[in-house]
């Protein structure tokens, strides 16, 4: 029950503000001024407010003056324990990358943006050219410190000298460096691989073998043509006329010369192995100068094939490949293991890898493996791959003369490994009495699966009732173990 003093008050309460709101609506002047007198009570107020706090801060401050001494002391342990980002200049304090930009940085930012138009635009290889792009651009972007070359710079409070610690793409670099990503995007693609084409065809291996004539002519122009200098200090005739335009050019020496041949596999993981071993210094160009090839394959391979094919050759349509048992696809990467690395020993790791790719795909047995391994594992590597190999073509690393000449070198080793395949294939028509489509000479170089998708292409173009798809990935798969081979026994040459 409510209390009846309670509600009386309540009453007059309601009685008293009736009356006081008619009295000031009936003198409004007096209304005006009570509101004045509010706003000038309102202001005095926030002085005080103000002041008051005022107050407090300084009171604040002569206290913490109290304990300057240890919160110094504190500081410094903390500070010997924090990584700070090692400057270009080597000079502390805040900075901006808009003063220190240099013109070799505004052209690899230029690349970039070219790099993202082509994979978003174009969609070439987006999967490759997107975040390889994106590495490329924050290497490039100064005062970031986001390139595969840069560390955390801390001091040691026992010893107090500097230690270099991993940034996040240096650390994510090492498995480049130590050759670990490209076994296991090795693993993967064998994953995915179907050596039945190539059983059921094994003529079809030749034509993989001719596309590796790329590599040999790459790794011969740079080794003899642009080679260092002999016992006797003589240049070969064309490095000494570019090392007279740029005196820093001394030539390439027999782990880069290999290191460049190997772009004409198409082969990106083989690549970054074959010159993680032998031509670390040169890694970003030939891994860009791959990469960028293997989506470039649409513009690059079919002018190559219309001008070495005839009209008649192209509408030739090849019979269905024959049957291949489960158990010689199973046996097949088992023998081919142990046929490798006997012979070749420095190939095991990528031939290796592959074929337990291969063996876990055709066991059936490995369900899940295989379902990571086609899917979230691959993507992994991709993306860690493309991304730190754009992370480490910094401007001062890779605007140089070397750069340009790997390219030039890694384009022709390109064409002329289509080139090599397509004569293959064509000599395969002769022999076998047209029953070899030289439209999949293209498949010579192991750019899988683009090139298969080329001769398919070119196929349907030429005769609507062409399906070549199958027959191109067997000289495809066997280009792959093929230019593995080969960059095992450079790096075996380069080793001795």
């Not at 490095?239 to 820093?248: E, G, I, K, R």
């Not at 899917?375 to 992370?391: D, E, K, P």
């Not at 003369?401 to 002329?416: K, N, Q, R, W, Y």
Request: hydrophobic letters at 50%.
């Amino acid at each position: 029950m409510r209390c009846p003093l309670k509600s009386s008050k309540e009453i007059l309460r309601k009685i008293y503000f009736y009356y006081l709101c008619e009295y000031f609506f009936k003198n409004p002047i007096k209304m005006g001024k009570i509101i004045q007198m509010k706003r000038v009570a309102f202001i005095f107020l926030t002085i005080a407010f103000v002041s008051m706090c005022a107050v407090n801060t300084v009171k604040a401050q002569n206290a913490a003056t109290a304990t300057t001494c240890e919160v110094s002391s504190v500081s410094q342990q903390v500070d010997s324990d924090t990584p700070t980002i090692e400057k270009a200049t080597g000079a502390g304090g805040y900075k901006t990358g808009l003063t220190s930009i240099t013109p070799g940085q505004i052209i690899m930012i230029l690349i970039a943006l070219f790099f993202f138009y082509l994979s978003i635009n174009k969609r070439f290889e987006p999967l490759l050219l997107l975040p390889l792009a994106f590495g490329i651009l924050i290497a490039n972007i100064p005062g970031a410190n986001l390139s595969a070359y840069d560390f955390f710079v801390s001091s040691d409070p026992t010893s107090m000298e500097s230690l270099k610690r991993p940034g996040l793409l240096n650390f994510l670099y090492s498995g480049i460096l130590y050759v670990i990503y490209p076994p296991m995007i090795f693993l993967c693609i064998g994953s995915m691989t179907d050596f039945g084409p190539l059983i059921a065809n094994p003529r079809t291996a030749l034509i993989g073998l001719g596309g590796q004539l790329g590599i040999f002519v790459a790794f011969g122009g740079a080794f003899f043509l642009l080679g260092t200098a002999d016992a006797e200090g003589t240049l070969p005739w064309l490095t000494s006329v570019v090392h007279a335009f740029d005196p820093s050019f001394v030539g390439f020496n027999l782990g880069e010369a290999a290191s460049i041949g190997i772009i004409g596999s198409s082969d990106g993981p083989t690549s970054i192995f074959a010159a993680s071993m032998m031509a670390p210094q040169i890694l970003s160009t030939v891994a860009i100068a791959a990469f960028s090839y293997m989506a470039l394959v649409p513009f690059i391979q079919p002018p190559i094939m219309r001008m070495l094919t005839t009209s008649k050759e192209r509408v030739v349509t090849m019979p269905e490949p024959s049957k291949v048992t489960k158990m010689q696809k199973i046996f097949f990467p088992i023998i081919l293991t142990i046929i490798v690395l006997l012979l070749v020993p420095a190939a095991g790791t990528l031939v290796g890898m592959f074929m337990l790719g291969n063996l876990i795909r055709e066991s059936g047995v490995t369900g899940r493996y295989l379902e990571t391994l086609q899917n979230a594992f691959l993507n992994i590597l991709t993306l860690l791959v493309a991304v730190c190999i754009g992370s480490s073509a910094r401007a001062d690393y890779f605007l140089t003369t070397t750069t340009l000449i790997v390219i030039f070198l890694g384009l022709i080793a390109f064409a002329f490994g289509t080139v090599g395949g397509v004569l293959i294939a064509k000599l395969l028509y002769y022999t076998t009495g047209g029953k070899v489509n030289p439209l999949i000479g293209n498949s010579g170089v192991s750019a899988m699966p683009m090139a298969a998708r080329i001769s398919q292409k070119l196929g349907q173009h030429y005769n609507p009732q062409n399906h070549l798809l199958m027959h191109a990935m067997g000289p495809i798969v066997s280009s792959t173990i093929a230019s593995a081979i080969v960059a095992g026994i450079f790096i075996a040459l380069a080793a001795g």
